[in-house]
């Protein structure tokens, strides 16, 4: 194992009905003034907000809510969660959704904590983020991992560009996850959740680092746990052991501890973002959307890296083959099992269609903060590199 350093302190609590204990987990941390972040009328439909909002009532807690988080969270909405959070003087952020509720209560906890920044201006770390108001979630989607990282992801809609920002104050308080509240989700979320969960794992495990043999096991069970879990909520939509499998494996894939001792990659994220911002098309579907290329023109890099992929996540049978030959046929395993989830796995199953160079070459652009970064570990990627993965994608 290579040096690490582990930092997870959100507390879980796991099972069904546990949503009846946000209040109570609240005022343990010290809340008293509650701003209610949610996304659509699902959680209103299916009585989740007003049990969660009871829950809290009970606890002698007062609250206002903010509805209408979109996926890609949008900055706006963010900042008027910061003005509503500080005219009612919130103390402390409940996130009833997925990963785009949970970041987007995320940044107007930033936001708020930090009355005098700009928000973007935080999240583009022109101001330093030195302080935050406590997040608790109650999740309804296994995908993100938002719950349990320290990360999240806004989209400034004046300018189509999406960024992340990641920092330990970001850990909400408490997590709670009943996969109760999962039996009712659309097939396209579930395949886009599962994605992510992968995807979150991949970019922790493709990495120049190879002698974390214990983080390496933890990465591949989890992942053949995922492909497993997902096979079997598809055959049987809600059944509450694929999807209780699939809500744990989301939060611990974005914890920390699928890449202990490793350096991330997350190449694919990045490639991911910029198709997202300047389409609008689901965050799980364009990283699956990329990988493929990704890992077609990174494969050589390091064959032996995919090809150990190919028989512990995949169980390819390596006789008579290659390091390569097996490292090939695990990309293509996996691109086939994206497509069997009715994922994308290029530019027109995505729906954006064959793009112009010129679209190419400005997502590069986009990809590479105008020149001021490279992007990914296991393979350092540069605009001519990220340019030549999208072109492979322009299918």
Request: glycine residues 10%; negative net charge; proline residues 4%.
């Amino acid at each position: 194992m290579q040096s690490f350093e582990f930092y997870s302190p959100t507390h879980i609590f796991f099972g069904p009905g546990t949503e009846k204990q946000a209040g109570d987990q609240i005022a343990r941390h010290g809340g008293r003034r509650v701003l209610v972040v949610y996304g659509g009328q699902s959680a209103v439909k299916s009585g989740l907000l007003d049990c969660v909002l009871a829950s809290l009532e009970q606890a002698g807690l007062v609250y206002t809510t903010l509805g209408g988080v979109h996926p890609n969270p949008r900055l706006s909405l963010a900042r008027a969660g910061v003005a509503q959070a500080l005219a009612f003087q919130a103390d402390f952020l409940l996130a009833i959704g997925g990963g785009s509720v949970i970041d987007t209560a995320k940044a107007i906890a930033d936001g708020a904590a930090n009355p005098d920044a700009d928000l973007w201006d935080l999240w583009t770390k022109s101001v330093p983020l030195t302080c935050s108001l406590p997040v608790g979630v109650v999740l309804t989607i296994p995908a993100a991992g938002s719950e349990t990282s320290d990360s999240a992801v806004l989209t400034n809609d004046e300018n189509m560009v999406k960024r992340g920002l990641s920092s330990d104050l970001h850990r909400p308080r408490f997590a709670i996850m009943d996969p109760e509240l999962t039996a009712t989700l659309p097939r396209f979320q579930v395949t886009c959740g599962v994605v992510d969960i992968m995807m979150h794992t991949m970019d922790r495990y493709f990495n120049p680092v190879t002698t974390n043999a214990l983080t390496d096991e933890i990465a591949e069970g989890l992942l053949r746990t995922t492909v497993r879990s997902a096979r079997q909520a598809l055959e049987t939509p809600g059944d509450y052991q694929a999807m209780s499998e699939l809500m744990w494996a989301g939060s611990l894939s974005h914890n920390g501890l699928t890449g202990l001792g490793g350096q991330k990659d997350f190449a694919p994220h990045q490639l991911g973002h910029e198709l997202s911002a300047k389409y609008d098309v689901a965050h799980g579907a364009s990283l699956s959307c990329v990988w493929d290329s990704w890992a077609r023109y990174c494969v050589d890099t390091n064959p032996s890296r995919f090809a150990q992929f190919g028989r512990n996540v995949w169980g390819l049978d390596p006789t008579g083959k290659s390091d390569k030959e097996l490292a090939l046929e695990s990309i293509d395993t996996t691109a086939a099992f994206f497509r069997s989830l009715g994922m994308p796995t290029c530019l027109s199953e995505l729906g954006c269609g064959v793009l112009s160079e010129e679209t190419l070459e400005e997502l590069a652009h986009r990809c590479t903060f105008f020149g001021a970064r490279t992007i990914g570990t296991f393979r350092i990627l540069s605009y001519d590199d990220i340019l030549a993965i999208y072109r492979m994608t322009n299918r």
